[in-house]
């Protein structure tokens, strides 16, 4: 089981931002080519929101494209996901993962190994 460590959610109003965080471990990220955020809301499929691939293309669902970020920082094995302009619809539990694929979509639910523990973000209105 890979040990990823997420941080940074919490409770917003709408409107306002968050960062979310997420550490893997070194030989993870070296064996994995895309990395990504998804999330689950209440009730819900887990869907996936953002992803990137190590040359730093990016892909975002469109209930978050222009307001959702996603990064990497290559050094810390890090990567995060910058919410701007959330809405109450935001509110979920989110979880970041590595994946090998081809090209990095976020349409990777069937070939995700591993998810982390998860960060709860909830927006208010």
């Known amino acids: 089981q890979v040990h990823v460590v997420e941080s940074g959610g919490g409770s917003e109003q709408s409107g306002g931002s968050l960062r979310l965080s997420c550490v893997h471990p070194?030989?993870?990220?070296?064996?994995?080519?895309?990395m990504g955020w998804f999330r689950q809301a209440p009730g819900k499929e887990r869907e996936g929101i953002a992803a990137?691939?190590?040359?730093?293309?990016?892909t975002y669902a469109d209930s978050v494209k222009g307001r959702f970020t996603i990064s990497q920082d290559i050094p810390t094995n890090t990567l995060y996901l910058q919410m701007n302009s959330l809405k109450p619809e935001d509110t979920a539990m989110y979880y970041c993962t590595m994946w090998n694929a081809r090209v990095c979509t976020i349409q990777a639910l069937g070939v995700v190994p591993y998810w982390g523990q998860g960060t709860q973000v909830t927006v208010s209105s």
């Open positions: 990137i691939d190590k040359v730093r293309s990016t």
């Open positions: 070194i030989d993870t990220y070296t064996q994995m080519y895309c």
